[in-house]
């Protein structure tokens, strides 16, 4: 496609359930990213991709959230027992140079909006 | 601590009017630097890249510039118009990427 998709765009569910958001990179793109944007607040690293590996977890926030990518391509942020602090927008973003010192410009979703009641 | 400051947090212009949205980043060892805007309810829409070695990028009525020493950048909308009313923010590229609060910009007909 033309550009980063994700899916679903709005996602409500109970706390307690699990999750998964997808990513659509832009094709060709090694680099993927995860955000979270909490209402009120700002955009927040949660992971980077490159390739299929994640060199930088660290800003997973709990042990309840998990990534992965295939293929470098789709990747898939699952969040398990949600919370109602996990309500938030999820975005994904892509660049096209591998590695963090590539320094390429990011392309990013439309997001997904979680609501977990 | 690698942290991104954006003043003002709101701003409200005439159309027409040219102006300024400041960033400013506390760790100087950047890789580079985006401008955004974030439209309600939507995504980011990327503006402008700046790497670490230019100093200034520029795309139609946009022009940012980077002053890394000082860690310093700014956003300046020429001729503003009320298609331009949205939320700009600022990114920082280190290990992982840095964003600003944002400045939320009104422009009024």
């Known amino acids: 496609g033309a550009g980063v998709s994700q899916s679903p765009s709005n996602k409500v569910t109970e706390k307690g359930k699990d999750v998964e958001l997808r990513c659509d990179p832009i094709?060709?793109?090694?680099?993927l990213y995860w955000y979270r944007q909490s209402l009120g607040q700002g955009l927040e690293f949660l992971i980077y991709?490159?390739?299929?590996?994640?060199?930088?977890k660290s800003g997973l926030p709990s042990d309840r959230f998990s990534a992965e990518r295939t293929g470098g391509s789709v990747s898939t942020l699952t969040i398990q027992r949600t919370q109602q602090e996990d309500s938030a927008v999820y975005l994904c973003?892509?660049?096209?140079?591998?590695?963090?010192?590539?320094?390429?410009?990011?392309?990013f979703g439309p997001g997904t909006r979680l609501t977990v009641l | 601590k690698q942290e991104v400051t954006q003043i003002p947090a709101a701003l409200s212009v005439p159309e027409g009017e040219n102006l300024v949205l400041n960033c400013s980043f506390t760790?100087?060892?950047?890789?580079?630097l985006q401008w955004f805007r974030q439209d309600p309810g939507k995504g980011l829409t990327s503006l402008l890249l700046?790497?670490?070695?230019?100093r200034e990028q520029t795309s139609g009525r946009l022009n940012a510039s980077l002053d890394k020493s000082s860690g310093r950048s700014t956003l300046y909308i020429a001729a503003s118009q009320p298609g331009d009313s949205a939320t700009y923010l600022c990114?920082?590229?280190?290990?992982?990427?840095?964003f600003g609060a944002g400045t939320r910009l009104t422009v009024k007909p």
């Open positions: 973003a892509s660049s096209s140079l591998s590695g963090i010192a590539g320094g390429n410009e990011q392309f």
């Open positions: 094709s060709g793109h090694t680099a």
């Open positions: 991709f490159q390739g299929n590996s994640a060199p930088d």
């Open positions: 760790d100087s060892a950047i890789y580079n």
């Open positions: 700046i790497q670490s070695s230019q």
């Open positions: 990114a920082v590229r280190y290990n992982d990427m840095r």
